[in-house]
Protein backbone atom coordinates (compact mmCIF):
# COMPACT_ATOMS: atom_id res chain seq x y z
CA UNK A 1 0.00 0.00 0.00
CA UNK A 2 2.19 3.25 -1.29
CA UNK A 3 1.13 6.95 0.44
CA UNK A 4 -2.10 6.91 -1.26
CA UNK A 5 -4.69 4.83 -3.80
CA UNK A 6 -4.99 0.87 -3.38
CA UNK A 7 -2.66 -1.83 -3.51
CA UNK A 8 -4.00 -5.12 -4.12
CA UNK A 9 -3.15 -9.01 -4.65
CA UNK A 10 -1.26 -8.88 -1.48
CA UNK A 11 -0.75 -12.40 0.29
CA UNK A 12 -1.57 -12.89 4.21
CA UNK A 13 1.87 -11.63 5.50
CA UNK A 14 2.96 -9.36 2.90
CA UNK A 15 4.52 -6.31 3.69
CA UNK A 16 4.28 -2.60 2.77
CA UNK A 17 6.31 0.37 3.60
CA UNK A 18 3.77 3.13 3.95
CA UNK A 19 5.12 7.23 4.97
CA UNK A 20 2.98 10.37 4.67
CA UNK A 21 5.29 13.52 3.75
CA UNK A 22 4.28 17.18 4.50
CA UNK A 23 3.41 20.11 4.72
CA UNK A 24 0.66 20.01 2.14
CA UNK A 25 -1.56 22.76 0.73
CA UNK A 26 -5.63 22.83 -0.21
CA UNK A 27 -7.68 25.45 -0.83
CA UNK A 28 -5.30 28.08 0.80
CA UNK A 29 -4.86 26.05 3.85
CA UNK A 30 -1.43 24.28 4.83
CA UNK A 31 -1.74 21.14 6.53
CA UNK A 32 0.98 18.91 8.30
CA UNK A 33 0.52 15.18 9.06
CA UNK A 34 -0.66 14.44 12.51
CA UNK A 35 -0.60 10.81 12.24
CA UNK A 36 -2.68 8.11 10.88
CA UNK A 37 -5.40 4.95 11.53
CA UNK A 38 -5.48 1.58 10.69
CA UNK A 39 -8.82 -0.38 10.33
CA UNK A 40 -9.49 -4.04 8.97
CA UNK A 41 -12.81 -5.11 7.01
CA UNK A 42 -15.20 -6.89 8.50
CA UNK A 43 -17.89 -8.08 5.94
CA UNK A 44 -18.88 -4.44 4.95
CA UNK A 45 -17.94 -2.27 7.74
CA UNK A 46 -14.23 -1.06 8.66
CA UNK A 47 -13.59 -1.79 12.08
CA UNK A 48 -10.94 -2.00 15.12
CA UNK A 49 -9.41 1.56 14.37
CA UNK A 50 -6.05 2.35 15.73
CA UNK A 51 -4.91 5.48 15.91
CA UNK A 52 -0.99 6.27 16.05
CA UNK A 53 0.84 10.07 15.94
CA UNK A 54 3.80 7.82 13.73
CA UNK A 55 3.68 9.41 10.34
CA UNK A 56 5.27 5.99 8.68
CA UNK A 57 4.72 2.35 9.26
CA UNK A 58 5.31 -0.92 7.83
CA UNK A 59 1.81 -2.32 7.20
CA UNK A 60 1.38 -6.31 7.57
CA UNK A 61 -1.36 -7.64 5.27
CA UNK A 62 -3.82 -10.32 7.47
CA UNK A 63 -7.22 -12.09 6.23
CA UNK A 64 -9.20 -9.53 5.57
CA UNK A 65 -8.37 -6.40 4.18
CA UNK A 66 -6.77 -2.98 5.77
CA UNK A 67 -7.52 0.68 5.13
CA UNK A 68 -4.73 3.60 5.97
CA UNK A 69 -5.98 6.67 6.34
CA UNK A 70 -3.82 9.53 7.19
CA UNK A 71 -4.65 12.32 9.63
CA UNK A 72 -3.47 15.91 8.56
CA UNK A 73 -4.47 18.62 10.69
CA UNK A 74 -4.30 22.45 9.64
CA UNK A 75 -1.32 24.44 10.63
CA UNK A 76 -0.96 27.85 8.34
CA UNK A 77 -3.73 29.74 6.30
CA UNK A 78 -3.12 31.87 3.45
CA UNK A 79 -3.90 35.65 3.29
CA UNK A 80 -4.41 37.37 0.38
CA UNK A 81 -4.55 41.08 0.57
CA UNK A 82 -3.34 43.41 -2.38
CA UNK A 83 -5.25 46.92 -4.20
CA UNK A 84 -6.40 45.98 -7.43
CA UNK A 85 -4.09 48.82 -9.17
CA UNK A 86 -2.63 52.34 -9.20
CA UNK A 87 -0.03 53.59 -6.46
CA UNK A 88 -2.07 52.70 -3.62
CA UNK A 89 0.11 50.18 -1.11
CA UNK A 90 -0.55 47.77 1.74
CA UNK A 91 1.64 47.45 4.84
CA UNK A 92 1.48 44.11 7.03
CA UNK A 93 2.58 43.51 10.65
CA UNK A 94 4.51 40.68 10.34
CA UNK A 95 5.62 38.47 7.52
CA UNK A 96 4.11 35.10 6.17
CA UNK A 97 6.27 31.92 6.89
CA UNK A 98 5.92 28.36 6.49
CA UNK A 99 5.84 28.58 2.21
CA UNK A 100 3.68 32.47 2.32
CA UNK A 101 0.90 31.00 4.51
CA UNK A 102 0.32 32.74 7.94
CA UNK A 103 0.95 29.83 11.28
CA UNK A 104 -2.80 29.35 12.62
CA UNK A 105 -3.60 32.20 15.28
CA UNK A 106 -1.57 34.80 14.00
CA UNK A 107 -2.80 38.04 14.60
CA UNK A 108 -2.05 40.62 11.03
CA UNK A 109 -2.76 43.91 10.90
CA UNK A 110 -3.15 45.30 7.62
CA UNK A 111 -2.69 48.82 6.64
CA UNK A 112 -3.83 50.67 3.43
CA UNK A 113 -1.64 53.10 2.07
CA UNK A 114 -3.84 55.97 0.18
CA UNK A 115 -1.50 57.55 -3.24
CA UNK A 116 -0.35 61.09 -1.97
CA UNK A 117 0.74 61.61 -5.69
CA UNK A 118 -2.01 63.26 -7.99
CA UNK A 119 -4.90 61.77 -8.64
CA UNK A 120 -4.48 61.22 -5.00
CA UNK A 121 -6.98 58.90 -3.21
CA UNK A 122 -8.62 58.20 0.15
CA UNK A 123 -8.75 54.88 1.93
CA UNK A 124 -13.32 53.68 1.66
CA UNK A 125 -13.21 50.10 3.14
CA UNK A 126 -12.05 46.55 3.07
CA UNK A 127 -13.71 43.86 0.92
CA UNK A 128 -13.62 40.19 1.25
CA UNK A 129 -13.08 37.77 4.29
CA UNK A 130 -12.98 40.86 7.27
CA UNK A 131 -14.52 40.17 10.73
CA UNK A 132 -17.80 42.09 10.83
CA UNK A 133 -17.84 45.73 11.62
CA UNK A 134 -14.09 46.08 10.85
CA UNK A 135 -15.08 46.84 7.28
CA UNK A 136 -13.89 50.53 7.25
CA UNK A 137 -11.11 49.85 10.05
CA UNK A 138 -7.97 51.05 9.30
CA UNK A 139 -5.53 49.66 10.37
CA UNK A 140 -7.18 46.60 9.96
CA UNK A 141 -6.43 43.14 12.24
CA UNK A 142 -7.46 40.03 11.59
CA UNK A 143 -6.56 37.02 13.09
CA UNK A 144 -5.23 34.28 10.85
CA UNK A 145 -8.09 31.25 11.55
CA UNK A 146 -9.08 30.45 7.83
CA UNK A 147 -7.96 31.41 4.60
CA UNK A 148 -8.63 35.12 3.45
CA UNK A 149 -8.99 37.47 0.80
CA UNK A 150 -9.10 40.65 1.38
CA UNK A 151 -8.92 43.90 -1.02
CA UNK A 152 -8.94 47.44 -0.08
CA UNK A 153 -10.83 49.71 -1.60
CA UNK A 154 -9.74 53.37 -2.22
CA UNK A 155 -11.49 56.18 -3.42
CA UNK A 156 -9.61 58.14 -6.27
CA UNK A 157 -9.65 61.89 -6.52
CA UNK A 158 -10.27 63.50 -9.84
CA UNK A 159 -7.66 65.74 -11.66
CA UNK A 160 -8.45 68.83 -13.84
CA UNK A 161 -6.36 69.20 -16.82
CA UNK A 162 -6.93 72.34 -18.61
CA UNK A 163 -6.84 72.41 -22.75
CA UNK A 164 -9.51 71.80 -25.78
CA UNK A 165 -10.75 69.47 -24.67
CA UNK A 166 -10.37 69.74 -21.27
CA UNK A 167 -10.21 67.02 -19.05
CA UNK A 168 -10.67 65.28 -16.11
CA UNK A 169 -9.31 62.05 -14.68
CA UNK A 170 -8.93 59.42 -11.79
CA UNK A 171 -6.05 57.57 -13.23
CA UNK A 172 -8.67 55.24 -14.36
CA UNK A 173 -10.90 57.48 -16.39
CA UNK A 174 -10.12 60.39 -18.37
CA UNK A 175 -13.33 62.18 -19.01
CA UNK A 176 -13.71 65.66 -21.65
CA UNK A 177 -15.30 67.92 -19.61
CA UNK A 178 -16.48 71.92 -20.20
CA UNK A 179 -16.21 74.42 -18.21
CA UNK A 180 -14.34 75.25 -14.85
CA UNK A 181 -16.73 76.18 -11.68
CA UNK A 182 -19.17 74.07 -12.79
CA UNK A 183 -18.43 71.54 -14.95
CA UNK A 184 -20.33 69.06 -17.72
CA UNK A 185 -19.18 65.80 -18.67
CA UNK A 186 -19.16 65.48 -22.52
CA UNK A 187 -17.60 62.22 -23.34
CA UNK A 188 -15.21 59.57 -22.30
CA UNK A 189 -11.27 60.13 -23.75
CA UNK A 190 -10.20 56.57 -21.86
CA UNK A 191 -12.50 53.89 -20.40
CA UNK A 192 -11.15 52.77 -16.75
CA UNK A 193 -10.02 49.24 -15.94
CA UNK A 194 -12.71 47.83 -13.75
CA UNK A 195 -15.98 49.34 -15.12
CA UNK A 196 -16.59 51.51 -12.03
CA UNK A 197 -16.91 55.10 -12.55
CA UNK A 198 -17.07 57.02 -9.32
CA UNK A 199 -18.16 60.37 -9.92
CA UNK A 200 -18.27 61.57 -6.04
CA UNK A 201 -14.40 62.52 -4.83
CA UNK A 202 -13.44 66.43 -5.10
CA UNK A 203 -12.08 67.97 -8.50
CA UNK A 204 -8.84 69.38 -7.94
CA UNK A 205 -8.32 72.71 -9.50
CA UNK A 206 -11.93 73.29 -10.43
CA UNK A 207 -15.43 73.02 -9.12
CA UNK A 208 -18.05 70.38 -9.11
CA UNK A 209 -20.08 68.32 -12.02
CA UNK A 210 -23.27 69.74 -12.56
CA UNK A 211 -24.11 68.01 -15.93
CA UNK A 212 -23.29 64.17 -17.31
CA UNK A 213 -23.17 63.13 -20.71
CA UNK A 214 -21.60 61.65 -23.64
CA UNK A 215 -21.54 57.88 -22.33
CA UNK A 216 -23.90 56.30 -25.07
CA UNK A 217 -22.96 53.16 -26.01
CA UNK A 218 -20.44 52.58 -23.56
CA UNK A 219 -20.03 49.11 -23.01
CA UNK A 220 -17.20 49.61 -19.84
CA UNK A 221 -19.02 51.41 -17.60
CA UNK A 222 -20.43 48.67 -15.04
CA UNK A 223 -20.68 50.91 -11.74
CA UNK A 224 -21.79 54.39 -11.87
CA UNK A 225 -21.64 56.76 -8.54
CA UNK A 226 -23.35 60.05 -8.84
CA UNK A 227 -22.33 63.41 -6.72
CA UNK A 228 -25.04 64.97 -5.07
CA UNK A 229 -23.73 68.34 -7.56
CA UNK A 230 -25.16 67.11 -10.65
CA UNK A 231 -28.67 68.20 -12.06
CA UNK A 232 -28.62 67.41 -15.46
CA UNK A 233 -28.03 64.15 -17.41
CA UNK A 234 -28.20 64.95 -20.97
CA UNK A 235 -30.21 63.18 -23.23
CA UNK A 236 -28.85 59.35 -24.35
CA UNK A 237 -26.62 60.38 -21.34
CA UNK A 238 -26.13 56.27 -20.93
CA UNK A 239 -27.99 55.07 -23.60
CA UNK A 240 -26.94 51.60 -24.75
CA UNK A 241 -24.58 51.24 -21.81
CA UNK A 242 -25.42 47.51 -21.70
CA UNK A 243 -23.07 46.52 -19.04
CA UNK A 244 -23.79 49.43 -16.44
CA UNK A 245 -26.04 47.63 -13.61
CA UNK A 246 -25.98 49.66 -10.76
CA UNK A 247 -26.20 53.90 -10.62
CA UNK A 248 -25.77 55.34 -6.27
CA UNK A 249 -28.01 56.82 -6.00
CA UNK A 250 -30.35 55.83 -8.87
CA UNK A 251 -31.18 59.06 -8.45
CA UNK A 252 -29.61 61.60 -6.43
CA UNK A 253 -32.26 64.08 -5.20
CA UNK A 254 -30.26 66.92 -6.96
CA UNK A 255 -31.26 66.47 -10.33
CA UNK A 256 -33.83 68.30 -11.90
CA UNK A 257 -33.37 67.45 -15.28
CA UNK A 258 -33.28 63.68 -17.29
CA UNK A 259 -32.51 63.70 -21.01
CA UNK A 260 -34.75 61.62 -23.74
CA UNK A 261 -33.97 58.14 -23.48
CA UNK A 262 -30.95 58.75 -21.26
CA UNK A 263 -31.11 54.96 -19.60
CA UNK A 264 -32.51 53.29 -22.12
CA UNK A 265 -31.55 49.87 -22.96
CA UNK A 266 -29.23 49.39 -20.00
CA UNK A 267 -28.96 46.59 -17.30
CA UNK A 268 -29.85 49.00 -13.93
CA UNK A 269 -32.14 47.18 -11.47
CA UNK A 270 -34.14 47.17 -8.68
CA UNK A 271 -35.68 50.59 -6.99
CA UNK A 272 -35.85 53.98 -9.02
CA UNK A 273 -36.32 56.91 -6.60
CA UNK A 274 -37.70 59.78 -7.76
CA UNK A 275 -37.45 61.79 -4.66
CA UNK A 276 -36.10 65.09 -6.23
CA UNK A 277 -36.23 67.91 -3.51
CA UNK A 278 -37.43 70.33 -6.89
CA UNK A 279 -39.41 69.32 -9.83
CA UNK A 280 -37.82 67.78 -11.96
CA UNK A 281 -38.67 66.89 -15.42
CA UNK A 282 -37.89 63.40 -17.21
CA UNK A 283 -38.24 63.47 -21.01
CA UNK A 284 -39.29 60.99 -23.42
CA UNK A 285 -38.03 57.27 -23.18
CA UNK A 286 -36.39 58.24 -20.01
CA UNK A 287 -35.73 54.44 -18.18
CA UNK A 288 -37.46 52.63 -21.61
CA UNK A 289 -36.44 48.95 -21.57
CA UNK A 290 -34.84 48.75 -18.82
CA UNK A 291 -36.40 44.99 -17.74
CA UNK A 292 -34.52 45.03 -14.15
CA UNK A 293 -36.45 48.15 -12.76
CA UNK A 294 -39.00 46.59 -10.82
CA UNK A 295 -40.37 49.48 -8.54
CA UNK A 296 -40.40 53.30 -8.61
CA UNK A 297 -40.76 55.98 -6.00
CA UNK A 298 -42.30 59.31 -7.13
CA UNK A 299 -41.66 62.57 -4.33
CA UNK A 300 -43.75 65.10 -3.86
CA UNK A 301 -41.98 67.25 -6.35
CA UNK A 302 -42.83 64.56 -9.17
CA UNK A 303 -45.77 65.43 -11.23
CA UNK A 304 -45.22 64.78 -14.65
CA UNK A 305 -45.09 61.38 -16.68
CA UNK A 306 -42.68 61.69 -19.49
CA UNK A 307 -43.98 59.94 -23.54
CA UNK A 308 -42.46 56.42 -23.21
CA UNK A 309 -41.47 56.92 -19.99
CA UNK A 310 -41.13 53.28 -18.81
CA UNK A 311 -41.42 51.33 -22.31
CA UNK A 312 -41.23 48.14 -22.29
CA UNK A 313 -39.56 47.84 -18.89
CA UNK A 314 -40.82 44.63 -17.73
CA UNK A 315 -44.55 42.59 -17.61
CA UNK A 316 -45.00 43.74 -13.51
CA UNK A 317 -44.00 46.93 -11.88
CA UNK A 318 -45.28 48.49 -8.46
CA UNK A 319 -45.49 52.36 -8.58
CA UNK A 320 -45.77 54.36 -5.46
CA UNK A 321 -46.39 58.18 -5.51
CA UNK A 322 -46.33 60.28 -3.24
CA UNK A 323 -47.47 63.43 -4.65
CA UNK A 324 -50.62 65.00 -6.39
CA UNK A 325 -51.88 63.42 -9.80
CA UNK A 326 -49.81 64.26 -12.06
CA UNK A 327 -50.31 67.38 -14.18
CA UNK A 328 -48.91 65.75 -17.31
CA UNK A 329 -48.60 61.93 -18.82
CA UNK A 330 -46.90 61.86 -21.88
CA UNK A 331 -48.33 59.32 -24.43
CA UNK A 332 -47.54 55.54 -23.67
CA UNK A 333 -45.52 56.19 -20.83
CA UNK A 334 -45.92 52.23 -20.04
CA UNK A 335 -46.09 51.09 -23.58
CA UNK A 336 -45.03 47.58 -24.22
CA UNK A 337 -45.72 46.22 -20.54
CA UNK A 338 -49.83 46.44 -20.90
CA UNK A 339 -49.95 42.93 -20.94
CA UNK A 340 -49.63 42.79 -17.50
CA UNK A 341 -51.18 44.41 -13.95
CA UNK A 342 -49.08 47.60 -12.44
CA UNK A 343 -49.89 47.75 -8.59
CA UNK A 344 -50.07 51.52 -8.22
CA UNK A 345 -50.05 53.03 -4.78
CA UNK A 346 -51.53 56.51 -4.46
CA UNK A 347 -51.44 58.74 -1.00
CA UNK A 348 -54.95 58.17 1.32
CA UNK A 349 -56.83 61.31 1.27
CA UNK A 350 -55.42 63.31 -1.58
CA UNK A 351 -57.94 65.42 -3.37
CA UNK A 352 -56.32 65.19 -6.41
CA UNK A 353 -56.41 61.69 -6.45
CA UNK A 354 -59.67 61.21 -5.24
CA UNK A 355 -61.33 63.63 -8.05
CA UNK A 356 -59.51 61.50 -10.74
CA UNK A 357 -60.66 58.28 -9.01
CA UNK A 358 -64.65 59.70 -8.69
CA UNK A 359 -65.16 58.40 -12.18
CA UNK A 360 -64.09 54.62 -11.83
CA UNK A 361 -65.08 52.11 -9.78
CA UNK A 362 -65.20 52.16 -5.95
CA UNK A 363 -62.18 52.03 -4.25
CA UNK A 364 -61.32 51.10 -0.25
CA UNK A 365 -58.66 51.12 2.52
CA UNK A 366 -55.87 48.74 1.65
CA UNK A 367 -56.95 45.93 4.22
CA UNK A 368 -53.96 44.23 6.79
CA UNK A 369 -53.60 40.86 4.87
CA UNK A 370 -52.67 43.12 1.70
CA UNK A 371 -50.38 45.29 4.37
CA UNK A 372 -48.55 42.04 5.60
CA UNK A 373 -48.59 40.46 2.12
CA UNK A 374 -46.41 43.60 0.99
CA UNK A 375 -44.21 43.63 4.32
CA UNK A 376 -43.71 39.53 3.44
CA UNK A 377 -42.44 40.74 0.17
CA UNK A 378 -40.42 42.80 1.10
CA UNK A 379 -38.76 41.97 4.51
CA UNK A 380 -36.61 44.68 6.21
CA UNK A 381 -37.63 47.49 3.69
CA UNK A 382 -36.85 50.69 4.95
CA UNK A 383 -38.77 53.52 4.66
CA UNK A 384 -37.16 56.03 2.50
CA UNK A 385 -36.83 59.44 3.87
CA UNK A 386 -39.55 61.78 2.17
CA UNK A 387 -41.40 59.00 0.91
CA UNK A 388 -44.65 56.82 1.16
CA UNK A 389 -45.20 53.82 1.35
CA UNK A 390 -48.74 51.49 1.74
CA UNK A 391 -49.71 51.19 5.63
CA UNK A 392 -52.76 50.21 6.97
CA UNK A 393 -55.00 53.36 5.93
CA UNK A 394 -53.04 53.18 2.38
CA UNK A 395 -55.22 53.03 -0.52
CA UNK A 396 -54.43 50.44 -3.56
CA UNK A 397 -55.16 50.16 -7.15
CA UNK A 398 -54.64 48.19 -10.09
CA UNK A 399 -53.95 49.59 -13.48
CA UNK A 400 -53.11 48.65 -16.91
CA UNK A 401 -51.80 51.07 -19.71
CA UNK A 402 -53.14 50.35 -22.96
CA UNK A 403 -51.81 52.73 -26.05
CA UNK A 404 -54.51 52.57 -28.57
CA UNK A 405 -55.27 54.00 -31.85
CA UNK A 406 -52.97 57.03 -30.98
CA UNK A 407 -54.23 57.48 -27.60
CA UNK A 408 -53.25 56.81 -23.94
CA UNK A 409 -56.14 54.35 -22.05
CA UNK A 410 -55.56 54.15 -18.77
CA UNK A 411 -57.50 51.55 -16.94
CA UNK A 412 -58.65 51.13 -13.43
CA UNK A 413 -59.90 48.41 -11.25
CA UNK A 414 -61.44 47.53 -15.33
CA UNK A 415 -62.99 50.87 -15.65
CA UNK A 416 -61.22 52.71 -18.73
CA UNK A 417 -59.72 56.40 -17.87
CA UNK A 418 -59.13 58.56 -20.53
CA UNK A 419 -55.35 60.54 -20.02
CA UNK A 420 -52.80 61.92 -21.88
CA UNK A 421 -53.13 63.17 -26.04
CA UNK A 422 -51.94 61.68 -29.40
CA UNK A 423 -48.71 60.83 -29.68
CA UNK A 424 -46.61 63.40 -30.81
CA UNK A 425 -44.86 63.57 -33.69
CA UNK A 426 -41.24 61.94 -33.39
CA UNK A 427 -38.32 64.37 -32.33
CA UNK A 428 -35.68 64.64 -35.59
CA UNK A 429 -33.04 64.94 -33.08
CA UNK A 430 -33.58 61.31 -32.26
CA UNK A 431 -31.34 58.92 -34.13
CA UNK A 432 -32.42 55.81 -36.19
CA UNK A 433 -34.00 53.65 -33.30
CA UNK A 434 -32.38 50.15 -33.45
CA UNK A 435 -32.66 46.64 -32.10
CA UNK A 436 -31.38 45.82 -28.52
CA UNK A 437 -31.13 42.66 -26.88
CA UNK A 438 -32.78 41.96 -24.39
CA UNK A 439 -30.95 42.65 -20.75
CA UNK A 440 -31.26 40.48 -17.75
CA UNK A 441 -31.15 42.41 -14.36
CA UNK A 442 -28.57 41.69 -11.94
CA UNK A 443 -30.65 41.61 -9.56
CA UNK A 444 -34.23 41.22 -8.89
CA UNK A 445 -34.48 43.63 -6.16
CA UNK A 446 -32.43 43.93 -2.80
Known sequence: MPDYGTTNGLAQGDT??????????????????AGHVLETLSGATWVNPVTNTATSLT??????????????????????????????????????DMA??????????????????????????????????????????????????????????????????????????????????????????????????????????????????????????????????????????????????NVVP????????????????????????????????YSEGAFSRCPGIRRVYFGPANTAFGSRMFEAVATQKEIFWNCDFPTSIGWGPLAGVNAGL???YAPLGNASWEEFMATGAGFSAMTAAETNAYLAAYPGDPLPVGMWKPRESARQYLLTWNPLAGQNTLTIDGVPQQIGAAEPARSTRLPPRRLSSSLRARRSAS
Open 250 to 281: FLPESVTSVGYYTFESTGVAGDLYLANTASCA
Open 16 to 33: VACAASGPATAGGTLYTV
Open 342 to 344: VRF
Open 100 to 245: SHYTAGTQVTLTANAATQPPASTFVRWHGDVPAGQETANPLTVTMDRPRTITPEFRRDWVYTPGKPATINNGDWWLTVSGTATLTISGVATNGASGLLDLTPPISNSGVITAIGGFSGNTALKELRLPDTVTTLAGQAFRYCSALT
Open 59 to 96: YTHGTAAGRLTWLWEPVAYRLVAAPEGGSETITFSCQP
